[in-house]
């Protein structure tokens, strides 16, 4: 039977063992409360007075859900079902919480169930890992980043070499996820041999605190040519580590484009010199026999026209590829005869009497379309008919029509195009004799026609064989009464 003695013993060692939760309570540094069937906060401590930013009586009596996010008092009503109503000894969650300055702590919530004079509590403990959202957000964003800018992240170890990379390093390289660990060898072996020599001197040299740019050309495993910039930062760690942080992305589109440019710049001033020389070297003639006209000014006047004729046409086409570009290529339609439309912008050709041109097909074929700019398409494949198909000195222009559509063909019999080259003819500056200086001009003919007929809902396209002959062409919508 249990003495006074005995209960008093059990007494004070329950009063001490109470006594010690209080302290452990109060000066822990997780921070905790306790609550009740109901969610209603009953007792706090100063770790999370601190990371709620109110007082201790402003939380007592106040409910969970006063200071719970929106999307996470569902999971408060969880654990309160679980605990009280299913008898659950403990409870796991992460919330967010709304501090009283408005911001949002991240909390890991442990619950665990306790009971006091036949009523249940539950004992609460809130992790912060508020810090720890952020970085994941943080490199979340990274990845977004790199992921839509095309770049990727890499890092070298100054020590071993090695180097450690991202997915989007893989990507860039070509190479497959089961790809062995790389080091500066294994990188530098995929540059071309003059880049290689370059990146490993930049390498060998840079030290912690030095940052270094660097672009150069690889061949990935599939045997294609890249061009990359590598950008980086030297540092030394916390640990003494030393070891580059960098980044790298594609740039092959901007030195095509940048090469581009620069040909193009080539391109225009050659082409333009030479009819300014000529028509100078005119002016200058006609200068000197103003007073004493001789029977050499009808042709000097002839080759200044002439001259002036080809820089206006220049000029002409560097002005509709910059509109095109802008996206300002505007069309006054109205309605015409395509036949007709063909003989007025063909003189040019049949009067110099070298070249004969003949019209086939539909003769009352009717289109709605801007006028102007469709005899530019038809003159552009003409010239080049005469430039490209010297030899053939007859030019057939058929036209036809087929359901809902008007094709016009312009064919020669010259010496007709390479297979492989015919996917880039309506490219910019492009010029299937580009290295043989043979023929003259910008290369934007083909690419305004394209984008002309484009802008009208139509096609355009070339029937090509060697050593028999071209056929470009190009579909309009044909008009109806409809419209």
Request: charged content about 30%; aromatic content about 8%; overall charge negative.
């Amino acid at each position: 039977m249990e003495t006074n003695l005995e209960r008093d013993d059990y007494k004070d060692k329950f009063n001490e063992c109470d006594t010690r939760f209080e302290a452990v309570f109060g000066l822990t540094t997780a921070a905790s409360k306790i609550i009740d069937s109901e969610l209603t906060i009953l007792k706090v401590n100063e770790a999370l007075t601190e990371l709620m930013g109110y007082k201790s009586e402003e939380l007592v009596g106040t409910r969970i859900m006063d200071y719970a996010c929106e999307e996470d008092k569902e999971h408060w009503q969880e654990l309160q079902e679980a605990m009280w109503k299913k008898g659950k000894p403990n409870f796991k969650l992460d919330a967010c919480i709304i501090k009283k300055d408005k911001t949002v702590a991240w909390v890991h919530v442990t619950t665990i169930a306790f009971k006091e004079n036949g009523v249940a509590y539950a004992y609460t403990i809130l992790d912060d890992f508020t810090a720890w959202k952020a970085l994941q957000e943080s490199e979340q964003r990274l990845t977004m980043a790199l992921t839509y800018s095309k770049m990727a992240v890499w890092e070298l170890d100054l020590g071993n070499r090695s180097i450690s990379r991202s997915d989007g390093f893989d990507q860039l390289f070509g190479l497959s996820a089961t790809t062995d660990s790389w080091n500066e060898e294994t990188l530098l072996a995929v540059f071309v041999p003059d880049d290689r020599v370059k990146l490993k001197e930049m390498l060998d040299s840079v030290r912690p605190g030095q940052q270094f740019d660097f672009q150069g050309c690889i061949q990935t495993p599939a045997g294609i040519i890249k061009w990359i910039n590598l950008q980086g930062r030297a540092e030394t760690t916390s640990q003494g580590k030393e070891r580059v942080l960098g980044t790298l992305y594609d740039i092959t589109k901007d030195k095509l484009a940048e090469r581009e440019k620069d040909d193009f710049i080539n391109i225009a001033s050659h082409e333009l010199k030479t009819p300014l020389t000529a028509l100078k070297s005119s002016l200058q003639l006609l200068e000197r026999m103003k007073d004493e006209p001789t029977r050499a000014l009808p042709a000097l006047l002839v080759q200044a026209g002439k001259s002036m004729n080809k820089v206006t046409g220049l000029v002409d086409d560097l002005l509709n590829a910059g509109r095109i570009s802008g996206g300002e290529l505007d069309l006054k339609k109205t309605r015409f005869n395509l036949s007709k439309a063909i003989d007025e912008c063909c003189l040019h050709v049949t009067s110099a009497g070298v070249f004969q041109i003949v019209t086939e097909g539909v003769k009352d074929a009717q289109v709605e379309a801007d006028s102007e700019r469709i005899q530019r398409v038809i003159v552009n494949l003409v010239n080049n008919a005469v430039k490209y198909a010297a030899q053939s000195r007859e030019i057939v222009i058929r036209v036809d029509e087929e359901p809902g559509i008007v094709k016009v063909s312009v064919s020669d019999k010259g010496p007709g195009i390479e297979k492989e080259k015919v996917p880039y003819l309506f490219y910019r500056y492009y010029r299937t004799h580009q290295n043989s200086g043979q023929n003259s001009g910008l290369g934007l003919g083909l690419y305004i026609s394209a984008e002309i007929i484009k802008k009208h809902g139509g096609k355009i396209g070339v029937d090509s064989q060697l050593g028999i002959g071209s056929a470009f062409w190009f579909t309009l919508p044909a008009f109806s009464e409809k419209h």
